[in-house]
C-alpha cells in the first residue's frame, strides 16, 4: 500500500511517478462576451506525468510534465531527463556526466 493510499510512508528519500489528468476551464461569468453572445464553458483535459519527491514522509517537490497525443523526441528526452533526475536525487547523488 502506498502513502498516497493511507499507508504508511517510506522513510528517507523516495519518488513517486504518476499519470494524471488535469483539466482547464475557459470563459465564466467573469469572462465579458464578444458582442451579445454568452460565454460559453469549453473544459480541456491534458494528460500529463506527475513525479513527486518526498522526504522524511513529507512532499518536497512536484512536477508535472504533459503527454502529447504526439510527442516530438524532444518530449521524450525532456521526460527521461526529468525521471532521471528524480531518481538520482531519491538517491542522495548528483548528477554525473555520461561515462562517470
Excluded at 528519500?13 to 464553458?41: I, K, M, N, Y
Excluded at 516530438?72 to 561515462?99: C, F, H, K, T, V
Amino acid at each position: 500500500m502506498s502513502a498516497a493510499a493511507g499507508g504508511p510512508a517510506p522513510s528517507g528519500r523516495w519518488v513517486s511517478v504518476r499519470l494524471q489528468h488535469r483539466q482547464v476551464r475557459f470563459g465564466d461569468e467573469t469572462d465579458e462576451p464578444a458582442g451579445d453572445e454568452p460565454c460559453a464553458d469549453v473544459t480541456v483535459s491534458y494528460a500529463g506525468i506527475v513525479i513527486t519527491g518526498y522526504e522524511a514522509g513529507q512532499k518536497v517537490s512536484e512536477r508535472w510534465i504533459p503527454l502529447g497525443s504526439d510527442p516530438s523526441e524532444e518530449d521524450d528526452e525532456y521526460l527521461i531527463e526529468q525521471l532521471r533526475e528524480a531518481l538520482l536525487w531519491q538517491a542522495g547523488r548528483p548528477p554525473q556526466a555520461a561515462g562517470e
